[in-house]
């Protein structure tokens, strides 16, 4: 069963950059042609999409968000990475990291249980 | 950054159905036939319950159906159980720039 797993730093300061982790298990992102994606969501807010990265490393970004994020992929470690540098009390978001389908515009499959970021001094 | 309309609130009792719309326009639901649909239980990883607009993935109750007409997709949820309380999300492709928009959730409340 593939499992997805968030980790990084439950807090990250104003102007700074915060870094995600995804962990995927139960399934090789190196073997796959899907795509995988990060969303958030904001307290007592609804869902964003943040941005998505094929198997082979071709990335797709919010446009709102796009002059701040990377995404990025580790095929050996079986992990994927979310930066989103000069952060505010804006981005204090829980971010899901998500499996979509071998079609891009199907949607998010598979996703993680989430990790809350605060953006806070 | 929301952009598909939902109504904050759903409710039914057991056995009966419920129905959630989602508004947007024709650059997004209207535009192409890739709504989906999410379920989630705070604190809880979201579920896919519906893609493609109609199309159900495995394991996916058959009470649960998606439709669309114009730029409102809905979902439908027939014999509603416990269980199916919980916070109902719609997302749709919205073309080569914008790609992807959520909507407001919905809550459903099984009564």
């Known amino acids: 069963q593939l499992q997805l797993l968030e980790s990084g730093p439950g807090l990250v300061k104003p102007s700074e950059t915060l870094s995600l982790s995804c962990s995927v298990s139960?399934?090789?992102?190196?073997?796959?042609?899907?795509?995988w994606g990060w969303i958030r969501q904001p307290p007592n807010k609804g869902l964003e999409w943040v941005g998505s990265?094929?198997?082979?490393?071709?990335?797709y970004y919010n446009p709102s968000l796009k002059s701040r994020v990377s995404i990025s992929v580790d095929q050996s470690k079986n992990q994927f990475f979310l930066r989103l540098n000069s952060v505010t009390a804006a981005d204090t978001a829980v971010y899901f990291c998500?499996?979509?389908?071998?079609?891009?515009?199907?949607?998010?499959?598979?996703w993680g249980q989430g990790t809350l970021v605060a953006v806070s001094s | 950054q929301s952009v598909l309309t939902q109504p904050r609130s759903v409710s039914g009792s057991p056995g009966q159905s419920v129905t959630i719309s989602c508004t947007g326009t024709s650059s997004d639901v209207g535009g192409y036939d890739y709504v989906s649909w999410y379920q989630h239980h705070p604190g809880k990883a979201p579920k896919l319950i519906i893609y493609d607009v109609s199309k159900r993935p495995s394991g996916v109750p058959d009470r649960f159906s998606g439709s669309k007409s114009g730029n409102t997709a809905s979902l439908t949820i027939s014999g509603l159980q416990a269980e199916d309380e919980a916070d109902y999300y719609c997302c749709s492709y919205a073309g080569a720039y914008i790609l992807y928009v959520f909507g407001t959730w919905t809550k459903v409340t099984v009564l």
């Open positions: 998500a499996r979509q389908g071998r079609i891009f515009q199907e949607g998010f499959y598979y």
């Open positions: 990265i094929y198997y082979s490393g071709s990335t």
């Open positions: 139960g399934a090789s992102i190196s073997s796959s042609y899907y795509y």
